[in-house]
């Protein structure tokens, strides 16, 4: 335990017991002295028997060496779970010689009867007390009403609801809004006060005069705008689509993507990369950083310590090396701007993202290109799974993609390919199923850092708005 500060000291009251449950020691840097003190005591005869005799007590120290490590118990000991039984009577009865295996044993002693005994598969995380802040009454802003209890809504809101003003449209909804809600006008203009401002709106309004359906990330990769600005704005000029295959985009106002067949080129594609064996590398053998694992679980025996931000005198000499770079303010021009791989696909390159939600026009592959548009002119109906395209046209996208992630994988790591068989080379045929359940294998990577100031890849908009 003290060759790694990241572990904590364990405490067993029971150290046979297998269900003992420790305590943890915190490690703390010190400078003390570790002192070995004798205490040598004399007694003095007297030859009067009447008095009494007082003894001689002599101290001696000794400085033994310098404590730079000490270890402080902090946390309460009352977490333990005991192998016991209830019986009818009340009486606790132990389990431990019926359910611990010490020793080869008979089938005889795996067809016992016994009382039913599930220890918990985890102890608490916490070991030291802490305030629990309960939150106050929620004080709503004038002429708001909770909203009524039903049998499909029996939790109410717990806030009011954001002034953001966004129009939300279902795909089978039959109209779509021409212009923005009165009060999303009012808002922009209310934040709308410096030339910074009116030139962002203006560049917004081109880029939806050229292409009329954006992704959130897609305009901040465009527009450099503070994000909290860029909540008011879109509203002003452009209304949420809910569902179809336009869902999560921003649709400029008057313009209805079902009824122009052009429009199959704004689609969305759910895209996630495929993981594990089948496809020959493990989830830990790839380059793409996951944001998030539900295996990435830390006991409570370690010690997460935050990184230090503090300048060190050798970052000093290096002149802040990657600190200044990062620190430095950017120009006002491309301050909260995205990179372009945020939204665009190329060929070659290995998305910032394990999941990424592309436009079918942000695919700049040719091959992508020739999936997408193998029935221009002869576009029928927009359906809500396929839209304009041809049925099954994002499971095909979706392989391909799939395929050049590998090659890109197997050109940078090789040696995960070295136990593939020829045949498997030879063949590489696309027959790799639909990736949208694959998204439970992630671990957590060290080498890739995605986007500055990029967002979740699982970002849903419509919390910002509602």
Not at 80 to 99: E, I
Not at 136 to 159: K, T
Not at 419 to 424: H, L, P, R, V, Y
Not at 460 to 465: A, C, G, P, S, V
């Amino acid at each position: 335990i003290y060759a790694d500060p990241a572990k904590r000291l364990e405490l067993y009251f029971r150290p046979k017991d297998p269900y003992c449950h420790p305590m943890c020691a915190n490690r703390f840097p010190t400078s003390t002295m570790l002192l070995k003190v004798r205490r040598r005591t004399k007694k003095r005869r007297q030859l009067d028997t009447e008095e009494q005799t007082q003894p001689e007590v002599q101290f001696e120290m000794e400085i033994l060496g310098i404590v730079t490590t000490v270890y402080k118990f902090q946390g309460m000991s009352d977490f333990q779970y005991l192998a016991m039984h209830s019986g009818p009577d009340g009486k606790q009865t132990s389990m431990y010689d019926k359910v611990l295996m010490l020793k080869p044993e008979k089938e005889e002693f795996f067809n016992r009867e016994l009382p039913l005994y599930i220890p918990p598969p985890i102890f608490s995380r916490l070991d030291t007390p802490v305030d629990y802040f309960y939150r106050p009454d929620i004080q709503h802003r004038s002429g708001y009403n909770n909203p009524q209890v039903s049998g499909e809504n029996l939790i109410g809101l717990s806030r009011a609801r954001r002034p953001h003003n966004a129009i939300f449209v279902n795909f089978e909804d039959e109209e779509i809004p021409t212009k923005p809600l009165d009060a999303a006008v009012q808002t922009w203009k209310k934040v709308c006060t410096n030339p910074v401002d009116k030139k962002v709106e203006e560049e917004l309004r081109k880029l939806f005069e050229v292409r009329p359906v954006w992704s959130r990330n897609a305009v901040k990769a465009n527009i450099s705008v503070h994000p909290d600005k860029l909540k008011l704005l879109l509203p002003y000029l452009a209304y949420y689509m809910l569902t179809g295959p336009w869902r999560s985009l921003w649709v400029r106002f008057g313009y209805d993507p079902r009824k122009h067949p052009e429009a199959k080129i704004y689609q969305v594609l759910d895209f996630r990369i495929r993981c594990g064996m089948k496809y020959g590398y493990a989830p830990n053998d790839m380059p793409v950083k996951a944001k998030r694992s539900t295996y990435n679980y830390s006991l409570p025996i370690t010690v997460k310590k935050q990184v230090s931000h503090t300048v060190s005198v050798h970052d000093l000499k290096q002149g802040l090396g990657t600190s200044s770079a990062s620190g430095a303010k950017k120009p006002a021009s491309s301050r909260y701007k995205l990179k372009e791989s945020i939204y665009i696909f190329r060929e070659g390159a290995l998305p910032p993202y394990r999941q990424m939600f592309y436009q079918l026009c942000d695919l700049n592959v040719e091959s992508l290109q020739k999936i997408i548009h193998r029935n221009d002119g002869a576009e029928s109906e927009c359906t809500e799974r396929d839209g304009w395209c041809l049925p099954k046209t994002s499971d095909d996208l979706r392989d391909t993609m799939s395929l050049m992630i590998k090659q890109i994988i197997r050109s940078t790591r090789p040696a995960l390919f070295s136990n593939t068989t020829s045949s498997e080379d030879g063949k590489e045929q696309l027959a790799y199923e639909s990736g949208e359940d694959e998204d439970d294998e992630e671990e957590e990577e060290e080498d890739f850092k995605p986007s500055d100031g990029s967002e979740n890849e699982m970002e849903t908009e419509i919390l910002d708005y509602v």
